[in-house]
T-cell receptor, first 115, second 115 residues
Framework: EPEVTQTPSHQVTQMGQEVILRCVPI?????FYWYRQILGQKVEFLVS????????KSEIFDDQFSVERPDGSNFTLKIRSTKLEDSAMYFC?????????????FGPGTRLTVT | AQSVTQLGSHVSVSEGALVLLRCNYS??????LFWYVQYPNQGLQLLLK??????LVKGINGFEAEFKKSETSFHLTKPSAHMSDAAEYFC?????????????FGSGTRLQVQP
């Protein structure tokens, strides 16, 4: 069964460094998403991406964040200058995108630790 | 704006007992509703979805949920708990009918199953 994959599973970085989190969505899906879950808190929406542009973003997704689909398979989240409060589990998700099919399929997550 | 409330951050049942996990939503438009399960150190797995078809929705692993508009609820049930059901369960809502696909999650309910 097709699944969303994410790399790395765990990333440790120092405050102020740039990180790139990578995701491979399910191959025939058209919408891609990033969510994050700070330890002990809710899963929060960051951004959605469709047709090579951001279709929706939350207040969390400020100028330090960016997303890209550099090729036909990868979808990346870049954090330019990490802060301690960026430490969280980051989930990538994808959905088919057809009318009436709104369910999203999630990857296993990348645990980002900022020291 | 949408929101999801999951009553009970922890629920404990005996193996073979009924599982009932509560979810109430608030949405200004007819919602799409989802239940996801997260096993330890894994991503979010879709259990079931409501997207305006039948109000009683059957999902994987014997779970089902009933959409009750009058009560703004989408409670998750399973007639007989199994040890393997121990996990964290998340209710989520989107108003995909407006074109917005971001999921808003509840805070999650951790289900323990006692032998």
């Amino acid at each position: 069964e097709p699944e969303v994959t994410q790399t790395p599973s765990h990333q440790v970085t120092q405050m102020g460094q740039e990180v790139i989190l990578r995701c491979v969505p399910i191959s025939n899906h058209l919408y891609f998403y990033w969510y994050r879950q700070i330890l002990g808190q809710k899963v929060e929406f960051l951004v959605s991406f469709y047709n090579n542009e951001i279709s929706e973003k939350s207040e969390i997704f400020d100028d330090q964040f960016s997303v890209e689909r550099p090729d036909g398979s990868n979808f990346t989240l870049k954090i330019r200058s990490t802060k301690l409060e960026d430490s969280a589990m980051y989930f990538c998700a994808s959905s088919v995108g057809l009318e009436g099919t709104y369910e999203q399929y999630f990857g296993p997550g990348t645990r980002l630790t900022v020291t | 704006a949408q929101s999801v409330t999951q009553l009970g951050s922890h629920v404990s049942v005996s193996e073979g007992a009924l599982v009932l996990l509560r979810c109430n939503y608030s949405s200004s438009v007819p919602p799409y509703l989802f239940w996801y399960v997260q096993y330890p150190n894994q991503g979010l797995q879709l259990l079931l979805k409501y997207t305006s078809a039948a109000t009683l929705v059957k999902g994987i692993n014997g779970f089902e949920a009933e959409f009750k508009k009058s009560e703004t609820s989408f409670h998750l049930t399973k007639p007989s708990a199994h040890m393997s059901d121990a996990a964290e369960y998340f209710c989520a809502v989107s108003d995909g009918r407006t074109g917005r696909r971001a999921l808003t999650f509840g805070s999650g309910t951790r289900l323990q199953v006692q032998p």
